[in-house]
């Protein structure tokens, strides 16, 4: 079965420093993988996605980046951190078959705060 | 405009009863998607259900079944027996296009639910 994983599960961090976020899935190969910000109450929002090694598609212009060194590994950085970083980012993934029913499955997320 | 719209902020439900959360959405695209999520308070989403825009049944899955209603652009969640771990908050989603690069889904902003003993 697949799994995924994200780590650290709760960071704080003063503004202006760098961040990374990890997330490895495992059971399952060439997942689309994803990047989401959830602030306070709020639903989600795509930040990234990648479709393969190498490739990430942002979603909204920010100070964020991603990247994909492996197949299931999903990297979300920033070299500054900004107040408006804190939140609850959630990576998940899904396979690539293309159709309309391939679920998206998240992992257990990371809370950021940013002091 | 907003693509997944859930009107309903929070929710109360007594145990063993049955709630019905909104969920309407906007689309051109004739395939879509619609999918349901429950995120508790530990933070993860968890998958419950889905509905495809060619489906004629209403989707089921053990205590949730969804009321699909495609002229209305409405994908209702049921949840049927209210249980105490019911008590979270539910997302609406939906895929559009059959080849929508990369799957990407579009999230509502959710509907908290909290279960009366």
């Known amino acids: 079965s697949q799994t995924i994983h994200q780590w650290p599960a709760t960071l704080v961090q003063p503004v202006g420093s760098p961040l990374s976020l990890e997330c490895t899935v495992e059971?399952?190969?060439?997942?689309?993988l994803y990047w989401y910000r959830q602030a306070a109450g709020r639903g989600l929002q795509l930040l990234f996605y990648?479709?393969?090694?190498?490739?990430i598609s942002s979603e909204v212009p920010q100070n964020l980046s991603a990247s994909r060194p492996q197949d299931r590994q999903f990297i979300l950085s920033s070299k500054k951190l900004l107040l408006s970083d804190s939140g609850f980012y959630l990576c998940?993934?899904?396979?690539?078959?293309?159709?309309?029913?391939?679920?998206?499955?998240f992992g257990p997320g990371t809370r950021l705060t940013v002091l | 405009a907003q693509k997944i719209t859930q009107t309903q902020p929070g929710m109360f439900v007594q145990e063993k009863e049955a709630v019905t959360l909104d969920c309407t959405y906007d689309?051109?695209?004739?395939?879509?998607?619609l999918f349901w999520y429950k995120q508790p308070s530990s933070g993860e989403m968890i998958f419950l259900i889905y509905q495809g825009s060619y489906d004629e049944q209403n989707a089921t899955e053990g205590r949730y079944s969804l009321n699909f209603q495609k002229a209305r652009k409405s994908a209702n969640l049921v949840i049927s027996a209210s249980q105490l771990g019911d008590s979270a908050m539910y997302f609406c989603a939906m895929r559009e296009g059959w080849k929508a690069a990369g799957n990407k889904l579009t999230f509502g902003g959710g509907t908290r639910v909290l279960v009366k003993p």
């Open positions: 998940a993934w899904s396979v690539q078959t293309g159709a309309l029913t391939d679920t998206q499955y």
């Open positions: 990648s479709v393969g090694i190498g490739q």
């Open positions: 689309t051109s695209d004739q395939s879509y998607g």
């Open positions: 059971g399952t190969s060439n997942p689309n």
